[in-house]
C-alpha cells in the first residue's frame, strides 16, 4: 500500500485563496479474537481520504471525501472554500487573524521487520490462548483479543506547515473469568502492549505468560473478595487509576473549548487547585528522552506541539489550545488540535497527559493508611466540566493497619476532582505510561495517560 507521504500536498496550494489547511489520513484497524480457543472475530478496515479546512473572516469551512485522485484533491479544496466564504457572508464569525504559527516534521512508526500475515498472528494468539487453558484449567472463561491501530496523516496548509505521521499501537487484551462458592462469575481483564505495530511489541507469547501469572493471582484474590465500606476513605491509587482520573477529571476541564463553555477551570488560572505535590503536564511527544504513547510533533492543524503545563506544584497554569482558542485567550497555540478520521475536524484533545512523580515509594505510602483502600485497574467512568467525577474500579484491596488485606469486589469510586486534587498528601516516585486508552470527547482518538501512584482521600462505594 502507498504510503501517504508520496502524495505531493504542495502542489495544490495555488488553489488556496484563503487560508486552507489539506490533510490526507488513512486509519488501519484490525481485531481478533478467541473465545475459549474459538475464532469468533477476524476483522480489519481501512479507513482513508482528504479534507480540507478554510478559514474566512473567523468562519471555518470544512469538505472531505474518501478519493485522493488530482481531481477529488482539487475539488475538495474548492468545496471548503466555498463552504467558509458561505458562512463568512452569514456573519457566522468574526474578523479574526489565526496565530503565524507554523511547523514540519516527519514521523513513522511503523515497523522495519518483514510483516507477519493473518495467519502468523492468529496462532501467537492460539499459543497465548492454548497457554492459559493448561495452566489454569479452573477457569470459566477466557478470551484473547488483538486491537491493532495504525492512524498515517500528512497535513500541508497555506503557511506551509507540512507534516506527516504513522502512529500505530498493538494491544493484546487478555480477559478471565471465574466463579466464586457462591457460583457467580468474578471477572478481570488486561491490556498488554504499547505504540508500535505488532512485530515490534511483542517478540513470542511466552513473553505475556508473567503477566498474565499476575492476572490469574489477582483474579484468585477476587473469588473471595469483600465488599468495601461506602464513604470517604484514605485511598492509595495506584498508577492507571490516577492516570485516567487525571485525563477524565482534570484534563477536560482544562481543554480551552471546554473553558469557553464553561469549565470550572476557567475561574482557577493562578489559583491553587491542587497539592503542592501535584505538578500535571499533558506532553506533546516524549518525556526525559522516552517518547511517549501518542507521540504528536505537529498538529492537524500544522502547529508545532509543545508540552502544556497544566498545573504546577498545585497551581493551575493554563489551558491546551489550537490556533482559534489561543486567539481569544491571548495565549500561544498549543499543537492540541487532533482529528481521527479524514471526515472529522479537528477538535482540542490531549495527548499524553500525567501527573509527575513525586518522592515516595508505594509501600511506604500503603504502610501510612491506617484503614482504607488500595485501588489498582479502572474499567469505565465519566466526568464533567464541573470537575465531578464517578469512575468504576475493576480491582482493588483493603489497607488494614498499613498491611494490604482482602481484595474488593468491583466498586466506584466519585467526587469532585478539585477536591481530590487538593488532598493529595503522597505522590510516588515511579512512572507509568499506558498506550490503551481512547478518549471519547465527540469523536474518539487515541491518547495516552501516566503518572505515579497518588495517596489522597475520595468516596469510595459500597456497602
Same mark, same amino acid.
Given at each position: 500500500?502507498?504510503?501517504?507521504?508520496?502524495?505531493?500536498?504542495?502542489?495544490?496550494?495555488?488553489? #488556496?485563496?484563503?487560508?486552507?489547511?489539506?490533510?490526507?489520513?488513512?486509519?488501519?484497524?484490525?481485531?481478533?479474537?478467541?473465545?475459549?480457543?474459538?475464532?469468533?472475530?477476524?476483522?480489519?478496515?481501512?479507513?482513508?481520504?482528504? +479534507?480540507?479546512?478554510?478559514?474566512?473572516?473567523?468562519?471555518?469551512?470544512?469538505?472531505?471525501?474518501?478519493?485522493?485522485?488530482?481531481? $477529488?484533491? +482539487?475539488?475538495?479544496?474548492?468545496? $471548503?472554500?466555498?463552504?467558509?466564504?458561505?458562512?463568512?457572508?452569514?456573519?457566522?464569525?468574526?474578523?479574526?487573524?489565526?496565530?503565524?504559527? !507554523?511547523?514540519?516534521?516527519? !514521523?513513522?512508526?511503523?515497523?522495519?521487520?518483514?510483516?507477519? +500475515?493473518?495467519?502468523? &498472528?492468529?496462532?501467537?494468539?492460539?499459543?497465548? /490462548?492454548?497457554?492459559?487453558?493448561?495452566?489454569?484449567?479452573?477457569? $470459566?472463561?477466557?478470551?484473547?483479543?488483538?486491537?491493532?491501530?495504525?492512524?498515517?496523516?500528512?497535513?500541508?496548509?497555506?503557511?506551509? !506547515?507540512?507534516?506527516?505521521?504513522?502512529?500505530?499501537?498493538?494491544? *493484546?487484551? &487478555?480477559?478471565?473469568?471465574?466463579?466464586? /462458592?457462591?457460583?457467580?462469575?468474578?471477572?478481570?481483564?488486561?491490556?498488554?502492549?504499547?505504540?508500535?505495530? #505488532?512485530?515490534? &511489541? #511483542?517478540?513470542?507469547?511466552?513473553?505475556?505468560?508473567?503477566?498474565?501469572?499476575?492476572?490469574?493471582?489477582?483474579?484468585?484474590?477476587?473469588?473471595?473478595?469483600?465488599?468495601?465500606?461506602?464513604?470517604?476513605?484514605?485511598?492509595?491509587?495506584?498508577?492507571?487509576? @490516577?492516570?485516567?482520573?487525571?485525563?477524565?477529571?482534570?484534563?477536560?476541564?482544562?481543554?480551552?473549548?471546554?473553558?469557553?463553555?464553561?469549565?470550572?477551570?476557567?475561574? #482557577?488560572?493562578?489559583?491553587? &487547585?491542587? +497539592?503542592?505535590? *501535584?505538578?500535571?503536564?499533558?506532553?506533546?511527544?516524549?518525556?526525559?528522552?522516552?517518547?511517549?504513547?501518542?507521540?504528536?510533533?505537529?498538529? /492537524?492543524?500544522?502547529?508545532?506541539?509543545?508540552?502544556?503545563?497544566?498545573?504546577?506544584?498545585?497551581?493551575?497554569?493554563?489551558?491546551?489550545?489550537?490556533?482559534?482558542?489561543?486567539?481569544?485567550?491571548?495565549?500561544?497555540?498549543?499543537?492540541?488540535?487532533?482529528?481521527?478520521?479524514?471526515?472529522?475536524?479537528?477538535?482540542?484533545?490531549?495527548?499524553?497527559?500525567?501527573?509527575?512523580?513525586?518522592?515516595?515509594?508505594?509501600?511506604?505510602?500503603?504502610?501510612?493508611?491506617?484503614?482504607?483502600?488500595?485501588?489498582?485497574?479502572?474499567?469505565?467512568?465519566? @466526568?464533567?466540566?464541573?470537575?465531578?467525577?464517578?469512575?468504576?474500579?475493576?480491582?482493588?484491596?483493603?489497607?488494614?493497619?498499613?498491611?494490604?488485606?482482602?481484595?474488593?469486589?468491583?466498586?466506584?469510586?466519585?467526587?469532585?476532582?478539585?477536591?481530590?486534587?487538593?488532598?493529595? !498528601?503522597?505522590?510516588?516516585?515511579?512512572?507509568?505510561?499506558?498506550? @490503551?486508552?481512547?478518549?471519547?470527547?465527540?469523536?474518539?482518538?487515541?491518547?495516552?495517560?501516566?503518572?505515579?501512584? *497518588?495517596?489522597?482521600?475520595?468516596?469510595?462505594?459500597?456497602?
Amino acid at each position: 500500500m502507498e504510503k501517504l507521504s508520496n502524495i505531493n500536498l504542495a502542489a495544490y496550494a495555488n488553489r #488556496f485563496t484563503d487560508y486552507t489547511e489539506l490533510r490526507l489520513q488513512r486509519n488501519q484497524n484490525t481485531r481478533i479474537s478467541l473465545l475459549n480457543g474459538d475464532l469468533v472475530g477476524n476483522s480489519s478496515s481501512t479507513d482513508g481520504g482528504i +479534507s480540507a479546512r478554510v478559514f474566512r473572516n473567523g468562519a471555518w469551512g470544512f469538505a472531505s471525501r474518501p478519493e485522493t485522485d488530482p481531481d $477529488a484533491i +482539487s475539488q475538495i479544496i474548492e468545496e $471548503a472554500t466555498t463552504n467558509a466564504r458561505f458562512l463568512a457572508d452569514l456573519g457566522k464569525g468574526q474578523d479574526t487573524r489565526l496565530p503565524d504559527v !507554523s511547523g514540519a516534521h516527519q !514521523s513513522d512508526f511503523s515497523t522495519s521487520k518483514p510483516r507477519m +500475515s493473518r495467519g502468523q &498472528v492468529i496462532d501467537f494468539l492460539r499459543a497465548v /490462548d492454548q497457554h492459559i487453558a493448561s495452566t489454569y484449567p479452573d477457569l $470459566a472463561s477466557r478470551t484473547v483479543s488483538l486491537w491493532d491501530l495504525d492512524m498515517e496523516k500528512q497535513l500541508y496548509n497555506s503557511l506551509q !506547515s507540512h507534516s506527516y505521521s504513522n502512529t500505530t499501537r498493538s494491544l *493484546v487484551v &487478555v480477559n478471565l473469568v471465574t466463579r466464586n /462458592d457462591r457460583g457467580e462469575p468474578v471477572e478481570l481483564r488486561r491490556p498488554f502492549g504499547g505504540r508500535g505495530q #505488532f512485530e515490534d &511489541v #511483542f517478540n513470542a507469547p511466552e513473553d505475556l505468560f508473567p503477566d498474565i501469572a499476575r492476572l490469574y493471582e489477582h483474579l484468585q484474590a477476587k473469588k473471595s473478595a469483600v465488599r468495601p465500606v461506602a464513604g470517604v476513605h484514605d485511598v492509595v491509587l495506584d498508577a492507571d487509576l @490516577a492516570g485516567i482520573l487525571a485525563h477524565e477529571a482534570i484534563g477536560h476541564t482544562t481543554e480551552a473549548d471546554i473553558v469557553r463553555g464553561g469549565s470550572i477551570a476557567a475561574n #482557577f488560572v493562578g489559583q491553587q &487547585v491542587a +497539592s503542592e505535590l *501535584v505538578t500535571m503536564v499533558d506532553f506533546a511527544h516524549s518525556w526525559q528522552g522516552e517518547t511517549l504513547p501518542v507521540p504528536v510533533y505537529v498538529d /492537524d492543524e500544522g502547529t508545532p506541539s509543545q508540552d502544556q503545563v497544566l498545573i504546577d506544584k498545585g497551581v493551575l497554569q493554563g489551558f491546551m489550545h489550537n490556533k482559534e482558542s489561543a486567539v481569544h485567550f491571548g495565549n500561544a497555540p498549543t499543537g492540541n488540535a487532533r482529528a481521527y478520521q479524514f471526515f472529522d475536524e479537528p477538535l482540542i484533545r490531549m495527548r499524553n497527559t500525567a501527573i509527575l512523580p513525586g518522592k515516595d515509594k508505594v509501600e511506604d505510602m500503603i504502610a501510612s493508611v491506617e484503614d482504607g483502600y488500595y485501588l489498582m485497574w479502572p474499567s469505565n467512568g465519566q @466526568a464533567d466540566a464541573t470537575s465531578e467525577f464517578m469512575f468504576g474500579v475493576m480491582l482493588g484491596y483493603e489497607i488494614k493497619n498499613g498491611k494490604l488485606g482482602r481484595a474488593i469486589t468491583d466498586t466506584t469510586i466519585s467526587g469532585m476532582a478539585f477536591d481530590m486534587l487538593k488532598s493529595i !498528601s503522597m505522590v510516588s516516585d515511579d512512572m507509568r505510561w499506558s498506550c @490503551a486508552g481512547m478518549c471519547g470527547k465527540k469523536q474518539i482518538i487515541p491518547v495516552g495517560m501516566g503518572g505515579p501512584a *497518588v495517596r489522597c482521600r475520595l468516596h469510595v462505594g459500597g456497602e
